[in-house]
């Protein structure tokens, strides 16, 4: 075995093997107790022989703060059955020497431009080690990347939108990888979704016209009254994040005074976010005179109640929105900008 007998602060990115050198292997058990946020659980490692069944190894890395006892049995070549037992401790971790992921989820049922989002509680070191265990199936088999936008948080996008229908699933299997500077993953994690509709907005703001798209072709012509030109609505794509009704908009939310010719406070029927600014496509019936004729609004997209309701009954969060028209770039990371650069720059955003 590769961990010698009451050994203590084994790493644990160890992977355990067992090997049998004059003889086979019939049966491995590894099982351990670690101490988790002040509670003793319970688990067991699972492993995999060879062919040969002379060597065992290993499926899952260690637990932190935990002992664990592996018992061998094996046949030696003159057919006696033999058993061993080791036992070892875990490296001690303490909660800051562990990094905790957790996907964000847009729901269930997505738009076709929905990213996966992972997101540490602590920065991570070693992006490329991280990586190396992040995996993302789906059943169009489409090809994506990975893209780290920081320390903190890191996106898998495929090359072109979802195909509508299709399941996707996303794993971190980071429990007890190493992050760098002695730190490692506190567990492993999975989440999954299904692409609805392809439902993709295209908002002119030259023209006031917005076109939407439901899988492929022309669905509606929507007239729009966006930012007007001291606050101009974000030129770029993004994707809907939030889908809210009988939604309070008010100045603050903006960075603008409560009170004065600025300030506001209005109630939108329809409500999708598409910056994590504050900027909306929403059902704005007290800028109606201004639809399809004038940008007039603090930077979101306004159009009637009506087409407002059409929208929000077919979108879904994830579902991408591209503004044109303004002068205004959309900032990286104001939203969800994945589809923002082409494919090659945003595969350049990848450790590996």
């Known amino acids: 075995m590769n961990v010698p007998k009451h050994a203590d602060q084994v790493k644990v990115n160890k992977v355990i093997?067992?090997?049998?050198?004059?003889?086979?292997?019939?049966?491995i058990a590894v099982k351990g107790k670690y101490v988790d946020h002040g509670v003793t659980k319970e688990t067991t490692i699972?492993?995999?022989?060879?062919?040969?069944?002379?060597?065992?190894?290993?499926?899952?890395?260690?637990?932190?703060?935990g002992r664990y006892t592996v018992t061998a049995t094996g046949v030696n070549a003159d057919g006696q059955s033999?058993?061993?037992?080791?036992?070892?401790?875990?490296?001690?971790?303490?909660?800051?020497?562990?990094?905790?992921?957790?996907?964000?989820?847009?729901?269930?049922?997505?738009?076709?431009?929905?990213?996966?989002?992972l997101r540490f509680d602590r920065p991570v070191k070693d992006r490329a080690e991280f990586e190396r265990h992040l995996r993302v199936t789906s059943t169009s088999h489409q090809k994506g990347s990975w893209h780290w936008y920081s320390d903190t948080e890191v996106h898998w996008r495929p090359a072109h939108y979802w195909k509508p229908g299709t399941r996707v699933t996303a794993t971190a299997e980071l429990n007890s990888v190493p992050a760098g500077s002695g730190e490692y993953g506190q567990r492993s994690t999975s989440t999954s979704f299904t692409v609805g509709d392809s439902v993709i907005t295209k908002v002119n703001l030259k023209t006031d016209v917005a076109k939407v798209y439901?899988?492929?072709h022309k669905a509606r012509k929507i007239f729009v009254s966006g930012g007007k030109p001291s606050t101009p609505t974000s030129s770029g794509t993004s994707l809907i994040t939030q889908k809210l009704t009988d939604y309070v908009m008010t100045s603050e939310m903006i960075g603008l005074p409560k009170s004065g010719p600025e300030s506001y406070r209005l109630l939108a029927a329809y409500a999708m976010r598409i910056t994590t600014s504050g900027q909306f496509l929403h059902s704005a019936p007290w800028n109606t005179p201004y639809f399809g004729r004038v940008n007039a609004s603090h930077g979101c997209v306004g159009m009637s109640v009506e087409d407002s309701r059409w929208l929000?009954?077919?979108?879904?969060?994830?579902?991408?929105?591209?503004v044109t028209g303004t002068d205004r770039p959309l900032e990286t990371g104001n939203g969800l900008t994945d589809w923002n650069v082409d494919f090659k720059t945003y595969a350049e955003g990848s450790a590996l």
């Open 17 to 27: 093997k067992v090997t049998a050198t004059n003889g086979t292997l019939s049966k």
């Open 46 to 65: 699972d492993g995999t022989l060879d062919e040969s069944r002379t060597t065992w190894k290993a499926s899952e890395l260690l637990e932190p703060n």
């Open 312 to 322: 929000f009954e077919r979108a879904l969060p994830g579902s991408p929105v591209t």
């Open 82 to 117: 033999r058993t061993t037992t080791t036992k070892f401790e875990s490296q001690a971790l303490t909660l800051d020497q562990q990094i905790y992921p957790a996907f964000v989820s847009l729901g269930k049922k997505v738009g076709v431009g929905a990213p996966v989002v």
């Open 214 to 216: 439901v899988n492929g």
